[in-house]
């Protein structure tokens, strides 16, 4: 009887397999946890937005009603009669910005953008979940993960911006025993995040009073 000795290359080139399997695995996992959190922090990001926003308009809005009452009240005051033309103009501009900035806002969308990210961070954490407690590891499993991944990043309406990954990317909410190098890397993505969120807020409410800034100066040149 002929005995086959044993090949020492199968068990080996098993093992290369199983850990090839396992690290496709661990990189389709770390994809969709930084995806949905990149798309929670979107999530944030948007809401912030949209209330600010809505917050500068309102303001911008109280500026008008504000100037037209003093003007009607006021119509002896000394500032109205030296400014009372740029006053007023600064009081129609602004109430017409304000209507249209209103109007793109609105168009925007900011609040339903904001669901949709969160919806679809919810299915790909979900996926991630099961992912992470099935044993199996084979390539049939991993190619019905990654095409069910990929249907749920499709099915939503928008998509998160950079800012977003490198918010998931560089957790930027903690701060303590973080390298120099990190550090500041977070306070350049803290930068970029308020002019992203506020920068908007901070153009309406400027732009008027520094429209009637330099009006008045123009007038009394």
């Known amino acids: ?4 000795a044993d090949n020492p290359i199968l068990p080996r080139e098993a093992a290369r397999q199983a850990m090839a399997r396992q690290d496709a695995r661990e990189a389709m996992l770390k994809r969709m946890r930084l995806v949905a959190k990149a798309r ?15 917050l500068g308009l309102q303001m911008a809005n109280l500026y008008t009603i504000a100037i037209g009452i003093f003007l009607i009240q006021f119509p ?5 009669k030296a400014h009372g033309g740029v006053l007023n103009y600064v ?12 109007l793109i806002e609105a168009f925007k969308d900011y609040s339903g953008q904001a669901r949709a990210l ?3 961070a919810m299915r790909v954490n979900g996926l991630a979940h099961q992912l992470e407690l099935d044993p199996r590891g084979d390539p049939a499993t991993l190619e019905a993960y990654r095409r069910a991944y990929e249907h749920a990043i499709q099915d939503a309406a928008t998509n998160h911006d950079r800012i977003d990954y490198r918010a998931a990317q560089l957790d930027p ?16 993505w803290r930068a970029s995040y308020l002019c992203n969120v506020y920068g908007l807020t901070a153009v309406i409410l400027a732009s008027p009073v520094l429209a009637g800034y330099l009006l008045a100066q123009i007038q009394l040149g």
Not at 40 to 54: D, G, S, V
């Open 1 to 4: 009887m002929r005995v086959v």
């Open 91 to 102: 009081s129609l501009i602004a109430s017409v910005f304000v209507q249209r900035m209103a």
């Open 76 to 80: 002896a005051a000394g500032i109205v």
């Open 118 to 120: 969160h919806d679809c």
């Open 173 to 188: 909410y903690s701060w303590r025993g973080r390298p120099t190098a990190e550090r500041w890397a977070i306070v350049a």
């Open 40 to 54: 929670f922090e979107a999530n944030k990001r948007l809401m912030a937005k949209a209330h600010a926003t809505n």
